[in-house]
């Protein structure tokens, strides 16, 4: 079989009749399981969310977000976000965290994770990377406490950066559908 080509703006390329790909998708072709937001809570633990559940990521001034009277304590109030109204929640209040978050500042992170038609921002304390992290390596969670771990769907024993002999940090997968599904936003 001849040399042949598809045309110039495919980034499949056919050679004697196999095809090669452009070296910038095969980078991304190397890299092993899914992207994840990382991000923190005020208690300073670190949690992920798949990138395929995450709408839209923002900074949000507090002024911005309507305390809504007779709400639960866990949510903060609504936001627009072009044209539709969501609800904004702490997160790490809804995860029984005993450090509050700081809305004394000009912006909070809030990640808008939507399933479906249900969308819902969570504020956060701040945001780290997203990130390839390999689903295949995530293990049952350890000790989570037993009123989040329905929303805990495992957690991966990141090596230390800083030293080799420092403890793994614990970065645990959020089940961002059992987030949007809890009833806990009702009382």
Known sequence: MGKSMVSSNSADIFVDGKQELDPAFQEL???????????????????????VSIREVMQQEPDRITPIPNASPLLLGTINLRGQVIWVADLGRFLGNNANLNTDRAEIPVIAVEDQETLLGLAIDSLGNMEWLDTDNLQPANDVPD???PYVQGEWQIPANDAPSSPPQILRLLDHVALLRSARWAT
């Open 29 to 51: 072709q190397a890299l092993e399981g899914e992207l994840h937001l990382r991000f923190y809570l005020p208690s300073r633990e670190e949690f992920a969310l798949p990138a």
């Open 147 to 149: 009123h989040i771990a």
